[in-house]
């Protein structure tokens, strides 16, 4: 579904270009939709992180990792911009440790690359994730 349709849904006009809060987010993406081709599905969307509402989850990377090996995409806000997180690459060390070296995200920002590299800054940034299924 393009940006546009879920910008539309959470603020009755496509052409605003506000940032939203966790709960709006998650408004917006629940519900019936309609693809391009005209297919009908449902998407729900389960928080894993909220930091502006005090979901705070430790595990949340793990998890999203879990997500993702599982073809589920996942919504992340940083620094007041949203993008859908579609991979995570991970090194394992000689202890058998992981550590994660890069997330890979889709961004609707007119004028960037779709698929890239979530920077260090909006890693840091990030303040709300959430997995986004499909039925």
């Given at each position: 579904?393009?940006?546009?349709?879920i910008v539309e849904k959470l603020y009755g006009n496509q052409f605003i270009c506000e940032p939203a809060a966790g709960p709006g987010?998650?408004?917006?993406?629940e519900g019936q939709w309609q693809d391009r081709n005209g297919n009908e599905f449902y998407a729900s969307a389960q928080v894993l992180a909220d930091?502006?509402?005090?979901?705070?989850?430790?595990?949340a990377l793990e998890q999203a990792s879990w997500f993702l090996a599982n073809d589920t995409p996942l919504i992340n806000g940083a620094l007041g911009h949203a993008t859908l997180m579609t991979a995570m690459e991970w090194v394992e060390d000689n202890f058998g440790n992981y550590q994660l070296q890069n997330i890979i995200v889709r961004d609707p920002w007119p004028?960037?690359?779709n698929r890239r590299r979530l920077t260090d800054q909006e890693f840091a940034g990030s303040t709300f994730l959430a997995a986004v299924t499909v039925d």
């Open positions: 579904m393009p940006q546009e349709a987010i998650v408004s917006a993406i930091l502006q509402f005090g979901i705070v989850n430790p595990a004028g960037r690359p």
